[in-house]
Nanobody, 121 residues
Framework: QVQLVESGGGLVQPGGSLRLSCAAS????????MAWYRQAPGKQRELVAG???????NYADSVKGRFTISRNHAENTVYLQMNSLKPEDTAVYYC???????????????WGQGTQVTVSS
């Protein structure tokens, strides 16, 4: 039983900033990686940023230089700092975590419920 809880979404004007948080809880042996995805109306879900257990990060080209992903290992939490927000960043943002519930089980992807980010003037 693993649960991901997201927070930090909201309404912001273009050029503004938001910080998203996602905390994993439950039966967790290890977390291999965590990531943020987003889905705009009528669009497919896309990867925004990811971070591995050793700190390797990757970003969508559209957010490079504006967004920063980070992770607090002790609290099983991942963050997404979003700066210089644009209207095209408007979407539901979903937390993803690749988790092993025990040493005998493989990694499995878990998803949060999503948090709305709206960038509008």
């Amino acid at each position: 039983q693993v649960q991901l809880v997201e927070s930090g979404g909201g309404l912001v004007q273009p050029g503004g900033s938001l910080r998203l948080s996602c905390a994993a809880s439950g039966s967790i042996f290890s977390i291999n990686a965590m990531a943020w995805y987003r889905q705009a109306p009528g669009k497919q879900r896309e990867l925004v940023a990811g971070i591995t257990s050793i700190g390797v990060t990757n970003y969508a080209d559209s957010v490079k230089g504006r967004f920063t992903i980070s992770r607090n290992h002790a609290e099983n939490t991942v963050y997404l700092q979003m700066n210089s927000l644009k209207p095209e960043d408007t979407a539901v943002y979903y937390c993803n975590a690749r988790i092993r519930e025990s040493m005998t089980l493989p990694n499995y992807d878990y998803w949060g419920q999503g948090t709305q980010v709206t960038v509008s003037s």
